[in-house]
């Protein structure tokens, strides 16, 4: 995924692993999750969410306007970027390819777990 430019081989490739990965592990996110909110609402708090606010965020009283706040302020460089990347998608695989329903085809951004790489190179950090 991260070397071929080829768009149905990476359509095919992600979709393999979206069909074998994700079916198994839904039951056990979902145990995951109703576990989390159990935990959480046993030490007071409504669910998860609140948890995480909390413990991440102490002293940022109303959190949650403040954070759609931020968001309005940034939406407009968002959209911007995502339009960007879109283009130049578009330039590279053209308009079948891409589409034309304002989304990002998951395949084409060259891999298949970023978020976990992401968070992986967090915790790695610390």
Not at 16 to 40: H, S
Not at 79 to 90: I, N, S
Not at 107 to 114: A, C, D, I, N, Y
Request: hydrophobic fraction near 35%; avoid cysteine; proline fraction near 7%.
């Amino acid at each position: 995924m991260t070397t071929s430019r080829d768009p149905e081989l990476l359509k095919r490739a992600w979709l393999d692993w979206r069909n074998a990965i994700g079916p198994p592990i839904r039951p056990l996110y979902k145990d995951y999750v109703n576990t989390l909110n159990i935990a959480a609402n046993e030490n007071g708090f409504a669910d998860y969410s609140e948890y995480w606010k909390q413990s991440l965020f102490p002293d940022t009283p109303g959190l949650d306007t403040l954070l759609e706040r931020l968001w309005h302020q940034v939406r407009p460089l968002y959209t911007q970027l995502h339009a960007y990347v879109r283009h130049k998608l578009t330039l590279k695989y053209g308009p079948g390819v891409v589409g034309t329903d304002g989304t990002i085809p998951a395949h084409l951004l060259g891999k298949l777990l970023v978020q976990n790489d992401y968070f992986m190179s967090r915790l790695n950090s610390k």
